[in-house]
């Protein structure tokens, strides 16, 4: 894995868990959305006495447990992508990184923030990828 995937990782994971939170509230507009009933001929040897609205309420306490637990995961990448930017000796290197790849943010406005044009924002991330040392514990999606 190069640096430059190590820290991508982030923004992946946060992308995720995005798409996941925007799947937990169509399930729940689905389940309080009313169901009409089924006046057709139906024949059922087992009764289920359970509401079909109480199945997805605990589907959806289940998924947003999943979303939880990537949430951890990625306050722990976080953390840890944290801390090898840390190292990168020069300071407008390491922001470029962290702003990059910790807040998410784009080239153009890395350089609004750092005063700085596209070109040596892009020397700075250029400079900052080879001081970059990924930890044999590293986090990984």
Known sequence: MTPKEYLKQAYRLDKIIDSMVQEVEELRTLASAIQSP???????TTRDNEAKFVKNLYKIEEFEERINHKIDHLIDLKKQMSEVISSVSNPDEQLVLRHRYLLGETWEKIGDI??????????????????????KDAIKI
């Not at 089924?38 to 059922?44: D, P, S």
């Open 114 to 135: 750092l005063h700085a044009d596209e070109r040596t924002i892009r020397r700075w991330h250029f400079k900052a990828l080879k001081q970059v040392v990924i930890p």
């Open 38 to 44: 089924q006046f057709g001929e139906r024949v059922q």
